[in-house]
């Protein structure tokens, strides 16, 4: 059984990101970039499944800039087997990289396509949803537990009433959730064994995909600054507050 995982390259969550001076994007020059974190917990759900004897092979993907091959690599030390980036130059929508990867998922034939439930830069979640839809498969988003029975799939997700338990039949798409798992962390000699492991670097004009971008970014700013709280002293001065500053009563 194979097992493709998607990884995308974002700012690093420890790094409070700024705009840059012009306000056209968001400032990468110097900036720790990392996998995103959702990705992280697919690419451990992948390795977990791979210890247990379900999961054959992993193949780490990655759509971006050629400096993704480092994120590609992280995944690779943690336990991926080989890797495949897709490289471009230029930002691209979720719509282009569900493209991208069902060109990947029809000459890989996964059996479970895993991916991270949402991007934590631009907050897109509908990655996993759009490849699900592409190549005609089950899907399971926000899964916080996943059990194989032979080849059907059993995913416990997380709805507003409780959990939701769907049952896919194989080759599926599932979104990895923050309580699917905890991600290790890559042992010294896993990460110079990755550095032997083979990553295909894969032009998305090869693809023969339309990468064009339908929506255009007008600018980025900072949210503006809250104001601190203060204190009342008694139950009718937070009353008259409540209702004559906040509006809310």
Not at 167 to 189: C, M, Q
Request: glycine share 6%; proline share 4%; charged share 30%.
């Amino acid at each position: 059984m194979k097992a493709v995982v998607a990884v995308k390259r974002v700012v690093d969550y420890n790094v409070k990101v700024r705009p840059k001076s012009d306000g056209s994007a968001v400032e990468l020059t110097n900036v720790k970039m990392s996998i995103n974190p959702f990705c992280e917990i697919a690419v451990e759900e992948a390795i977990r499944l791979k210890e247990r004897g379900i999961v054959t092979e992993i193949v780490a993907v990655s759509v971006g800039l050629s400096q993704s091959q480092e994120q590609i690599r992280t995944a690779l030390a943690l336990g991926a087997d080989r890797g495949i980036l897709i490289q471009t130059e230029n930002d691209i929508e979720p719509l282009a990289i569900a493209k991208c990867l069902k060109k990947i998922c029809e000459n890989e034939s996964p059996d479970i396509v895993l991916l991270g439930k949402q991007a934590i830069d631009g907050d897109n979640n509908q990655t996993g949803q759009m490849l699900a839809a592409l190549m005609g498969i089950g899907q399971a988003t926000f899964a916080s537990e996943i059990v194989f029975d032979e080849k059907d799939l059993k995913v416990t997700r997380e709805v507003d009433g409780g959990l939701q338990t769907l049952g896919l039949k194989t080759p599926a798409v599932v979104t990895a959730d923050l309580r699917l798992n905890e991600p290790r962390y890559a042992s010294l000699p896993n990460i110079m064994k990755a550095k032997k492991k083979p990553i295909d670097i894969i032009s998305i004009a090869d693809l023969g995909v339309d990468a064009e971008n339908r929506v255009q970014l007008i600018g980025v700013e900072l949210p503006p600054e809250r104001k601190a709280g203060i204190k009342v002293d008694d139950v009718a001065q937070l009353v008259d507050k409540l209702k004559n500053e906040a509006k809310v009563i």
